[in-house]
């Protein structure tokens, strides 16, 4: 993955017993923004990637981040479905 950029906001979490601040969103070079959702739990000295979803990035030094979803998007692309559907009812 390439670089990361912040976004300012952060968040204090505890990572192997210490205390950090962590950036709530990142955006990678290719502007995906992804929202901090938890610490990844460690298993023999690395982290398992079975506790990963599919829109989910591992970032150093075991941050996990989700991919944000533009609800506006979605919303559209959703509104755009109902509408071919209804079409084809017409049809009928």
Do not use: H, W
């Amino acid at each position: 993955m390439q670089a990361l950029a912040q976004n300012g906001a952060t968040k204090t979490v505890i990572f192997k017993g210490k205390t950090i601040e962590v950036d709530l969103v990142i955006t990678n070079s290719k502007g995906k923004r992804f929202a901090f959702d938890r610490v990844a739990m460690e298993v023999r000295g690395g982290f398992c990637l079975d506790q990963m979803r599919d829109d989910e990035i591992i970032v150093s030094p075991g941050l996990i981040y989700r991919e944000v979803v533009d609800l506006d998007s979605v919303e559209s692309k959703l509104k755009n479905n109902a509408a071919f559907f209804n079409s084809l009812e017409r049809d009928f």
